[in-house]
């Protein structure tokens, strides 16, 4: 658990967190604008800045009280940054090793540096300077020399921003497998949603140097002001598992019952849409637009959309960008599913809360598998 308040000022900005708490297990995302804080509170929660000033703990253990600051060495992070701040002139060897002679022998216990170095990647790029990598090359190595140093937290500061998107779907993968096989609790800073909606077990959202609400994922898609949506409006994200693919060449998606009363349901999406192998029983994210689900009062025949699922109406709201409605649908397992519509269809429809419906989905993205 973090808990804190924290005043740090840079030049002529001034983060003033406010009183915090959250977890630390699992993914933190730090969410905000360009200049919101992000990377300040940060740099605050690591230790990294002299000037800062307040109170943090984690867990019992006090890493700042006034003045007085635990060291950042002695806080065990490893950090990776958006630009990977390796040594110029080294090979990838000599990188890593700067790391790993800098470990205490109290954390000396934990995966092998063959074991990391094979499972970043970067086994075939050892001997090679580091003034010859790519972008994605040189983030692999980051991560590599973060997880070498055996850390109690690892905090990301927009690792993907600078790299293409064939890169940074590569290593968002990997970093979040990294997460999940490590179990390391991570603070993350993105401006991109979609990176929210995939590594996420919590938000921070940030505006003018300070922390404006703490929320599940859950709770930020199913707010319809959420910041996490773009001018793609609404969108949720739903929880399951993965299933074999079928002789029809169809990936099923199983949703995770949020309580022993609940039903599970079954989603389909085509497997040729997903260029990765899934495994079967594998945790996995949804990501659906909102835009992309229709309503039916019963179910349809004589249609190919394979994905009707049965749910019932929570609430109704209106969207000002839009000026369609938001149709908050819980399903049968628990989870929230949004539907984005028009004032005559929740008419003519005279959709109610309480109400029995189908969601017809039009598509679906798998965030992870």
Known sequence: MFKGNLQLKLGNFMLDSGAFQFESAGV??????????????LRALSGLDRGTRGQLQLGDETWQAGKKALPVEARDIGFVFQTAALLPGKTVQSNLNYATQRVPK?????????????????THLLNR??????GGERQRVAIARALLTRPRVLMMDEPLSALDWRAKTELLALIESVIADYQIPTLYITHAPIEVERLAHRVVFMAEGRITSIE?????????????F????????????????????LLPFTANPSSQNAEAFTFWLNRAEHTTSPIKNSPARLRILARDVALARE????????????????????ETKSHRQAVFLTLHDGQTLIAEISHRSVHSMNLTQGQSVFALVKTAALLDN
């Not at 109290?106 to 970067?122: C, K, L, N, Y």
């Open 230 to 249: 773009t001018e793609e409006g609404p969108v949720s994200v739903l929880h399951g598992q993965l299933g074999a693919v079928d002789e029809d060449g």
């Open 299 to 318: 179910r349809v025949e004589g249609i190919s959309m394979l994905n009707q699922i049965p749910a019932t109406v929570a609430r109704i709201e209106s």
């Open 106 to 122: 109290s954390r000396a216990q934990g995966p092998s540096f063959e074991e990391i170095t094979q499972r970043v990647g970067i």
């Open 129 to 134: 300077s580091v003034d010859n990598l790519s």
């Open 28 to 41: 933190t995302v730090l969410f905000g604008r360009s200049g919101s804080g992000k990377s300040t509170l």
């Open 216 to 228: 599940t994922l859950a709770e930020a898609t199913t707010r319809i002001d959420s910041p996490l």
